[in-house]
């Protein structure tokens, strides 16, 4: 009789233990599913409309800014196709070093400092004979911001040995575009090993530049936000001029495009900030989280990608 009711029991617990590991089994598979639908509906929201996610990082203010872009030289020394700098349709015109000096501190007095990065470019900045002094003004003010000095390399082998010290001096990063020129870059990077300089091509150096159009609207009657949310300049960066702040290049340089063209797009005192009414960092991030008048003009969503060097001057390489 113990014997029966012993053996009863351990079956008991041989039959329980296999219906929990069934259970377990089970919640496993349950849980991983869930995972898997969570993953999936991620990915889904994420590719839906150019991804959503994305556009609600376009509308929401950071923390503080990513990138300060500045024109050394507005003009360049290549003559690229639909550059959103309009730089090949830019007369010789340089930043005054003097009034950079005081935009720059007024700057860091706003932002106490911190900023990502500052991207010195034109144009083509080394057409500014002055450019390594720009090196020494972004330092004084910003001592932990990264400094890109933005160029197509042409200019770079002229250099003497003044500009190679600026830039292991204020720890400027060299960032070339590998454009379908005629450049020495073995001579460059050794210049940049013998000065210690970090050199960082912007695409594969093994691979020559290629662009997207910047398609303008010249009716401007595009939906300002639907351009903007897509807009990979959005949110990402400012353009600082003369006291003036732009939220992307098209409409600190759009002048250039409308004297060529003699065309009006344009720019109303509600596309760009100006440093002497600024207030607070807020003012800024703020600003640069939301579409502006201007966006109108734009028609980001009809870009195509072009070879990039064109001797043509035409509005056609514009327009839609």
Sequence with gaps: MKISVIKRWILSLVKNRRQHEKMEEKINYLENKILNLESEKISLINNMGGGILNKVKKVT??????????????????????????????????YKIEDFDSDMQKLSDITNGIVEQFYLVGGEPLLNKNCKDYFYVVRKYFKKSSIWLITNGI????????????????????????YPIKVDWEYIKQKCKDYNIELSFFNDENVEKTSFKTALNLKGDSDPFDNFVICHRANCRIQINNGIIYPCPVVANVKYFNEYFNQNLEVSRFDYLKLSDIKHYNDILSFISKPVPFCRYCAISKMDTRPWLRSKKSIDEYII
């Design 61 to 94: 203010p950071r923390p503080f800014l990513h990138g300060i872009s500045v024109h050394l030289a507005e003009h360049c020394n290549l003559n690229c196709f639909s550059c959103d700098n309009f730089s090949q349709l830019a007369k010789e015109g340089y």
């Design 155 to 178: 200019l770079l082998p002229k250099q003497d040995n003044a500009f190679w010290r600026a830039c292991c001096d204020n720890e400027v990063t060299i960032r070339p575009t590998k």
